[in-house]
């Protein structure tokens, strides 16, 4: 079993930014790929980005180019770092870890708020 724990979401300004933190209770981020997801209000969950056991990352288009993927394996965290945030970006962010299609775990999600 691992437990994931998001952390860094909060209220921020139009155009400011956070950086999300997700923490695993396992050393696992050599082997299973973490993914970010986000729920905003009234809406499906959706997939935010991903960053492979190697470090390839991948993005959702309308995040592409403002957030960024990272991990620090010795850490146990993988990050999201969210730049030049829009109202849309609103949402309860969570992290995910995958591993083929039996293993998958979720974090209990962390409040992002970007209004004025």
């Known amino acids: 079993q691992v437990q994931l724990v998001e952390s860094g979401g909060g209220l921020v300004q139009p155009g400011g930014s956070l950086r999300l933190s997700c923490v695993a209770s396992?050393?696992?981020?050599?082997?299973?790929?973490m993914d970010w997801y986000r729920q905003p209000p009234g809406k499906q969950r959706e997939m935010v980005g991903a960053i492979s056991p190697g470090g390839t990352t991948n993005y959702r288009d309308a995040v592409q180019g403002r957030f960024a993927i990272s991990k620090d394996n010795d850490k146990n965290t993988v990050y999201l770092q969210m730049d030049k945030l829009k109202p849309e970006d609103t949402a309860v962010y969570y992290c995910?870890?995958?591993?083929?299609?039996?293993?998958?775990?979720w974090g209990q999600g962390t409040q992002v708020t970007v209004s004025s």
């Open positions: 396992r050393s696992i981020l050599h082997i299973y790929t």
């Open positions: 995910r870890a995958r591993l083929g299609e039996r293993y998958e775990y």
